[in-house]
Antibody, heavy 122, light 110 residues
Framework: QPQVVESGGGVVQTGRSLRLSCGAS????????MHWVRQAPGKGLEWVAV????????YYVDSAKGRFTIYRDNSKNTVYLQMTSLRPEDTAVYYC???????????????WGQGTQVTVSS | QTVVTQEPAFSVSPGGKVTLTCGLT?????????PSWFQQTPGQPPRTLIY???SRSSGVPDRFSGSIVGDKAALTITGAQADDESDYYC??????????FGGGTKLTVL
């Protein structure tokens, strides 16, 4: 059964950094793209970033470009989201979701983790 | 700026049928956007219902179906049940790695 589990959330001050982790199990990690999606309090889902199955390509929502970095360690079945220069508007639950396999690596979101809360205080 | 549109709210009677839609301000939605649909209840993570327009995720009952209707992606729920009352989100792939979620539809079953 494929599964992803996020960790690393917390409360940080504006301008500080935080690294989220997403551990995967139950599938061949190296075959799938991986996404980060966030949800601000009372708001909808917002796609944040995706990384290709081999880690060679990364894409971001405009608000994350230059501040967030998605990367993966295929030897540890883990994808990360390094967040810097955090702002109050980055406050959200951050979800990790598996993408599709190979050519579909950016196209699917399944399964999802339980999410990890990030709170940026001013 | 591409915007993915969804009805903010919808209601359906128990046992009834409802179709939620997912559109694009910039033009028609096609299978090339690989539309996916998700169900979310308060305090829970999203649950994938449909991916790649019409493929059901594992364990999703066939009461849920996906399609393209006109120039929009559509999620149809037949035989609505009380526990279908949730927020429903769609996402579209824009190319170059970029995905955009719709604002969500709050479905009430009454």
């Amino acid at each position: 059964q494929p599964q992803v589990v996020e960790s690393g959330g917390g409360v940080v001050q504006t301008g500080r950094s935080l690294r989220l982790s997403c551990g995967a199990s139950g599938f061949t990690f190296t075959s799938y793209g991986m996404h980060w999606v966030r949800q601000a309090p009372g708001k909808g889902l917002e796609w944040v970033a995706v990384i290709s199955h081999d880690g060679n390509n990364q894409y971001y929502v405009d608000s994350a470009k230059g501040r967030f970095t998605i990367y993966r360690d295929n030897s540890k079945n883990t994808v990360y989201l390094q967040m810097t220069s955090l702002r109050p508007e980055d406050t959200a639950v951050y979800y990790c979701a598996r993408g599709g396999p190979y050519v579909l690596q950016y196209n699917w979101f399944d399964p999802w983790g339980q999410g990890t809360q990030v709170t940026v205080s001013s | 700026q591409t915007v993915v549109t969804q009805e903010p709210a919808f209601s359906v009677s128990p046992g009834g049928k409802v179709t939620l839609t997912c559109g694009l301000t910039s033009g028609p939605v096609s299978t090339d956007h690989f539309p996916s649909w998700f169900q979310q209840t308060p305090g829970q993570p999203p649950r994938t219902l449909i991916y790649s327009t019409k493929s059901r995720s594992s364990g999703v009952p066939d009461r849920f179906s996906g399609s393209i209707v006109g120039d929009k992606a559509a999620l149809t729920i037949t035989g609505a049940q009380a526990d279908d009352e949730s927020d429903y989100y769609c996402v579209l792939y824009m190319g170059s790695g970029i995905s955009v979620f719709g604002g969500g539809t709050k479905l009430t079953v009454l």
